[in-house]
């Protein structure tokens, strides 16, 4: 005799990484108010198999589209990068707006793609000293949580000082105004 019960049922969403579910505790995830750049630069680091699925659950994205578009892709008529990109814009639309997400898309190819560093970069205030690489990352910046990540990420050339990669987990690195430091493909700030 009860009154009948609405249950509705939705997919459990892959995180950034394509494995585990998207969780802010495994740090695989998009937030909803990341701004529209971290938004964008998230989507593009997701695979090429994973951004099929991105579309289907988190877009307006037609399905008969999304076929299409995988079809262009395998033919080679579409490049998968393009498709990615657009991911991303739809992605920025649905939490933002249309104009943020073609900034965003600007910002992600002025930085990542033509390596141009004279566009609005995220901006850390740092005290001007000399600091070794790793509390630079971790401490400083917070552009890595651990320690250990920093130390792989020098030792593996991913640690960029104005576009100079820096590899001796040693180091010391004398903070300078309008210094451009970059942890990895995506993560990018500029000391004020």
């Not at 600007?106 to 004279?118: G, M, R």
């Amino acid at each position: 005799g009860q009154e009948q019960q609405v249950c509705m049922i939705m997919p459990i969403l892959e995180g950034l990484d394509g494995v585990e579910k998207m969780s802010k505790s495994l740090n695989n995830y998009i937030g909803v108010k990341d701004s529209p750049n971290d938004m964008f630069g998230k989507v593009m680091s997701v695979s090429d198999d994973l951004m099929y699925r991105y579309y289907e659950v988190i877009t307006e994205v037609a399905q008969e589209e999304i076929a299409k578009m995988k079809e262009e892709i395998n033919n080679g008529t579409l490049h998968p990068m393009e498709a990615k990109k657009r991911l991303g814009e739809e992605v920025v639309k649905i939490y933002h707006n249309e104009e943020e997400s073609k900034k965003a898309r600007e910002w992600f190819e002025n930085v990542f793609s033509k390596k141009n560093l004279d566009v609005d970069l995220p901006e850390v205030e740092l005290e001007y000293k000399e600091i070794g690489v790793i509390d630079l990352l971790v401490r400083e910046t917070g552009l890595l949580s651990s320690t250990s990540e920093a130390r792989r990420l020098v030792e593996q050339g991913g640690f960029k000082i104005n576009d100079e990669a820096v590899k001796d987990v040693k180091a010391v690195v004398k903070i300078q105004n309008g210094m451009v430091i970059r942890a990895g493909k995506k993560k990018i700030v500029k000391v004020k």
